[in-house]
């Protein structure tokens, strides 16, 4: 059974750091992309990035936010810097195990694997 439990949430002041953590267990994701959406109180689930061959990232976290991965660990990473209020969402975790194209790596229909999420709260 394939499971992605997030760590790291919490809540950090605006211009701050968290890092998130999504460790992967059940299967070996290693050469399979990975991702971190988010998703606000009221809004639609959004793309923040994701790590494949190249690594990908949405427009309002660019700069700012690092995806990363230790395949040792079978874990990708999410490091966040500078944080806004606007941030604030719950953060979850995905995986692919199929072959993701550039087209959906952005997307959620790219993913088979979703984490429960963590809650990221940043106060202004």
């Known amino acids: 059974q394939v499971q992605l439990v997030e760590s790291g949430g919490g809540l950090a002041q605006a211009g701050g750091s968290l890092r998130l953590s999504c460790a992967a267990s059940g299967r070996t994701f290693s050469n399979r992309a990975m991702a971190w959406f988010r998703q606000a109180p009221g809004e639609e689930r959004e793309f923040v990035a994701a790590?494949?061959?190249?690594?990908y990232y949405g427009d309002s976290v660019k700069e700012r936010f690092t995806i990363s991965r230790d395949n040792a660990k079978n874990t990708v990473y999410l490091q966040m810097r500078s944080l806004k209020p606007e941030d604030t969402a719950v953060y979850y975790c995905?995986?692919?195990?199929?072959?993701?194209?550039?087209?959906?790596?952005?997307?959620?229909?790219?993913?088979?694997?979703w984490g429960q999420g963590t809650q990221v709260t940043v106060s202004s």
């Open positions: 790590i494949a061959l190249s690594t």
């Open positions: 995905a995986a692919a195990w199929g072959t993701v194209s550039r087209l959906v790596v952005t997307t959620e229909r790219g993913y088979d694997y």
